[in-house]
Nanobody, 128 residues
Framework: QVQLVESGGGLVQAGGSLRLSCAAS????????MGWFRQAPGKEREFVAA????????????LYADSVKGRFTISRDNAKNTVYLQMNSLKPEDTAVYYC?????????????????WGQGTQVTVSS
């Protein structure tokens, strides 16, 4: 089992920045993909960003939803088993509960079902 704990959400004005963190614990050796999803009120949960890395440690790859490309950056600190989502130039439409997810390699990272473990979510509210 892998446990994920998100932090860093809050209230920010439009144009501002927030950094979300997702700390993983447990059987993290089975995790090679971590992603961020979000769910706004009345909407389905959607993909935001993902980062994958290989068993041999030859770097990582990232993927972003078009709606956040150029504004959000996903990164990881391997030593801390933590993934970050730096969110800049925030817009009111970014308001949502943000979820961290973890899974193995070889699956489609934009799909919720590709992830085996989920965090409890953290609220991000962007005021206009």
């Amino acid at each position: 089992q892998v446990q994920l704990v998100e932090s860093g959400g809050g209230l920010v004005q439009a144009g501002g920045s927030l950094r979300l963190s997702c700390a993983a614990s447990g059987r993290t050796s089975s995790v090679y993909t971590m992603g961020w999803f979000r769910q706004a009120p009345g909407k389905e949960r959607e993909f935001v960003a993902a980062i994958t890395w290989s068993v041999i440690g030859s770097g990582s790859r990232t993927l972003y939803a078009d709606s956040v490309k150029g504004r959000f950056t996903i990164s990881r600190d391997n030593a801390k088993n933590t993934v970050y989502l730096q969110m800049n130039s925030l817009k009111p439409e970014d308001t949502a509960v943000y979820y961290c997810a973890a899974g193995p390699l070889g699956r489609r990272v934009t799909i919720e079902g590709s992830y085996d473990y989920w965090g409890q979510g953290t609220q991000v509210t962007v005021s206009s």
